[in-house]
DNA sequence: CTGAAAGCGCTTACAG
DNA sequence: CTGAAAGCGCTTACAG
């Protein structure tokens, strides 16, 4: 049909009015101030037309584009795609549309990737890249492009986040343990540079602490990243170093699977000889053997959230940083029981 | 800083030179136009000022946009990160950008996508929500808007698509169960709708019959739904009308492990009892339990053809439409074995 | 209620 | 090699 794609002034033409008319029509906004009859006239001579508004034009003279650039550090990481999901899902509800990058921890990459968000003109970033102490995120808040963290927070406090109350996460996971009569809790950590490894981190030990016993009976290792391998590996030694203990909490659900890798290979069972409990409550936790025992944050929330977040954040440029911290829950099945007697 | 983001004008004013020169340098492919001691002057005061090319601007001025619309049916389904990842590398290596709109099964919501995809002026799309008769995509080609459909196809073959060859991943399947001496095989299919459910029963049929086996030997059933829940139901269907099955090949592997939650019910056990074949391969399916022997399809491999493809349709709009099979790999886990003596 | 015009920040033939 | 100008398709104060 149409080759080349119909714009204001063709449906103007076709119309016998000026653009600018058009113009209000087509903007739900300032409709009202066109007369019913000629508005009319104008939205059927637009849809015969297929016209369909340019954004790059109605961008450029606005200075506002109605899309967020969403940086993600890995999609296939099972805990984004939830989190995108309800990202879209809050902006699409008020017009916007998210636009997404993808990019892996160097930190030159990730400028050059929000250097091309932001020549793209978005009217904000959402960053689930961020680590506790982020030079790109202090980059972004000095040039004031409006910006929230989700799933991470900076450490210093200068972007709003969305994040789980990892806190209390880690009391959830260390309370179910202690009631099925565990002494001897260990957990295996996520990077400290995360926010997550390092609230999860405190939360365990607060947790332990508040519970009574002595701190030397709860240790913490470092697992040197958050996958299956460095799981299995973090278990090894732990249990190398402190083999009487009963129950682990680890930083993150692959490294749990991990921590199942390891008893395998020592001939322990789970949850008979060692408890594990994850956390996040990725998909597929429920179809492990043993059925995972996890804490579950609430991905699909805090994308709303951080969706809602922004947009605020745009409208009101000066609005306050906020910290905003869903509960998680635990979700109990077959990894965790009692220990054994005289354990 | 710098309150506004600085322009073209911004950086000539500066440099004592005209826009037009300044818009000469910052672009690579006309810097040669400019005389070299200009350039270096105008670059480093484009660096000073932080200068960054307004992509909305260049947009409109070239009506190129350098954005790809990537249209996906869920990104919770673990089967399209790697294939959106796949898709991003391939475009940013030639600078292009994905911007990516998640949508449900409904047509007219994915009208509405496209159209905001269109208006953003994306210079194409690729669609993996392609149905095998698909209004959608017919009207984007009507529309003149250069397509690919990815890990999907549309059946008037009117778009170019990258998918698996599902054919010889079912035979594969079948031949691995062949060679563990099952000859009671039995698949439960995808949905006919798309083009993986139609080829890959297809497939199981055309690999059954060059078996030599008596076509009836092989019975095909199909899943309401590429679920858990759908699965469990079909299998157990499935073994109640015909109880003598010993191998079970499904349409993806959420089927399959549904097909554990049935054989779980039932007391049977897989492989002893019933052998599991999924296809995909998505993550963790050498976790559960037994480990799943699956078709693994090229998940990435996809993603990066695709983008190649669509920016190939982009150059040479009268390109042909091309048919690209990447080939799957039998994957074999725990979940296959020899079927009992005497079943 | 509607029109005329300036402007958003680029690109690119056209001159010189 | 560089400049001046038109134009991409919108929005929006300003008139009337």
Do not use: W
Not at 188 to 200: C, M, P
Not at 219 to 243: D, I, M, W, Y
Not at 334 to 341: H, M
Request: overall charge positive; glycine content about 8%.
């Amino acid at each position: 049909m149409s080759n080349k794609a119909a714009t204001l002034s063709d449906v103007a033409r076709a119309t016998g009015v000026h653009l600018s008319t058009v113009s209000r029509v087509m903007n739900p906004e300032t409709r009202g101030m066109v007369s019913a009859e000629v508005a009319k006239r104008i939205l059927a001579e637009a849809r015969r037309l297929g016209y369909r508004a340019n954004r790059a034009a109605s961008t450029l003279a606005t200075r506002k584009s109605n899309i967020i650039g969403v940086v993600l550090p890995d999609i296939t990481n099972p805990v984004f795609p939830p989190i995108l999901t309800g990202i879209e899902e809050g902006l699409r509800k008020h017009g916007y549309q998210a636009i997404v990058a993808n990019v892996g921890a160097d930190e030159e990459e990730q400028r050059f990737v929000i250097n091309l968000l932001l020549g793209q003109q978005v009217d904000g970033l959402i960053l689930a890249t961020a680590r506790r102490d982020d030079p790109v995120v202090k980059m972004c808040v000095e040039q004031r492009v409006p910006l929230v963290t989700v799933n991470r927070r900076e450490e210093s406090g200068i972007a709003s986040c969305v994040i789980s109350d990892d806190g209390h996460g880690m009391h959830l996971a260390v309370r179910h343990l202690l009631e099925l009569g565990h002494r001897n809790i260990a957990h295996i950590a996520g990077l400290d540079s995360l926010s997550t490894g390092h609230f999860r981190r405190r939360g365990f030990l607060a947790a332990i602490e508040a519970s009574g016993l002595e701190a030397g009976a709860a240790r913490v290792f470092e697992a040197s990243g958050h996958t299956r391998e460095c799981g299995k590996a973090a278990l090894l030694e732990l249990l190398r170093q402190a083999p009487g203990t009963t129950a682990v909490v680890t930083g993150n659900d692959l490294v749990a699977i991990g921590c199942y890798d390891a008893l395998a290979q020592l001939g322990l069972r789970c949850p008979q000889d060692v408890s594990i409990v994850g956390h996040n409550d990725v998909p597929f936790m429920d179809m492990v053997r043993p059925p995972l025992t996890t804490v579950r944050i609430r991905h699909h929330g805090m994308g709303v959230e951080a969706a809602r977040l922004i947009l605020q954040t745009i409208e009101a440029r000066d609005a306050p940083v906020l910290d905003i911290r869903l509960k998680p829950e635990l979700v109990a099945r077959g990894s965790s029981a009692p220990p054994r007697a005289g354990a």
